[in-house]
């Protein structure tokens, strides 16, 4: 089954150096055991992703330089991008109190340098999703037609943030004020379970993935709910490095979705956020002979671990 990650970052050198050393993450990085990551080359890394089946993944920016001073990652971004382009597609990081620079910065990173969305961190900005000082830059994403990633869960020790500024609710405003931007909640609005589910449920242009909180207490009710109400709303993200994207995939096999519905999570419905091509191997049955019907879902269920009945 062809997959889009999400949420990915290359565990390069660079990238685990800038991570562990951050002024937003170094304790955290210490409290999960980040140190057991060995830094390996991007053309391997990328190499051995596609072999598991990731045909693309989403790259995102950081840039929270107002509130923690340290310089944005969105060089990085670009440069992977460049040097994979088949494979990275960038989501450029922007900080809301950088004014009008960040909105004409929005309009630059897309028209010049071809990314596909913007990322936001609230919690990191101290200041919530739905606070005044983001509306321009969704009002120039909605103009422009790209989607926004807003990161809505602080993970563990980072100075400064505070749960307040990751509750769905808030992203139900920005839904409510502008009904034409694509929103994807990283990390699921956790712990604020329901509230992200119902955000999803009743805002067509809200979605989320489940990066980093796949397995933590209460996932059950994201699962469900990915399996009844929300098929088409939840993308497959793993937060690799902070979550290495071998453990995400096996817990999404864990998962037991049907085939239609890990179709959609795994990358029909980042297909129809980022403007690609959809191509379904589960809708393409109709008008195929008996023949080939069985063959695809032959195929399905040996990817799924079961033999068709």
């Not at 290495?244 to 998962?255: G, V």
Request: net charge neutral.
């Amino acid at each position: 089954m062809k997959i889009i990650d999400f949420r990915f970052r290359p565990h390069t050198e660079a990238i685990l150096n800038g991570i562990k050393n951050s002024a937003m993450f170094k304790a955290s990085c210490e409290h999960m055991g980040f140190d057991k990551w060995k830094p390996e080359p991007l053309d391997k890394i990328v190499a051995d992703v596609k072999a598991m089946g990731v045909e693309k993944t989403v790259i995102t920016g950081r840039d929270c330089q107002t509130t923690y001073g340290s310089p944005s990652n969105n060089k990085s971004v670009l440069e992977f991008c460049r040097a994979h382009p088949d494979f990275f597609m960038g989501f450029w990081g922007i900080d809301p109190h950088k004014g009008m620079d960040a909105v004409r910065e929005v309009e630059k990173v897309i028209k010049e340098y071809g990314m596909k969305g913007i990322a936001t961190d609230p919690y990191l900005a101290h200041i919530s999703p739905c606070e005044a000082r983001y509306y321009p830059i969704y009002a120039k994403c909605c103009e422009l037609n790209v989607p926004v990633f807003i990161t809505m869960a602080p993970p563990a020790q980072v100075a400064g943030a505070v749960l307040a500024y990751t509750d769905p609710r808030d992203v139900d405003v920005v839904a409510r004020d502008f009904p034409e931007l694509k929103i994807v909640m990283s990390h699921a609005g956790y712990p604020f379970v329901h509230e992200a589910i119902y955000a999803c449920y009743r805002n067509k242009n809200v979605y989320m993935d489940l990066s980093e909180y796949e397995a933590a207490p209460m996932c059950e009710t994201y699962i469900r709910a990915m399996k009844e109400m929300i098929a088409d709303k939840i993308v497959f993200a793993s937060a690799h490095p902070f979550v290495d994207i071998k453990d995400c995939l096996a817990n999404y096999e864990k998962m037991e979705l049907p085939a239609d519905v890990k179709e959609k999570v795994m990358y029909t419905n980042a297909c129809k956020i980022l403007g690609l091509p959809v191509t379904s191997e589960v809708s393409s049955l109709r008008g195929k002979t008996d023949a080939q019907i069985y063959d695809i879902l032959d195929k399905l269920f040996k990817e799924l671990g079961k033999a068709p009945r």
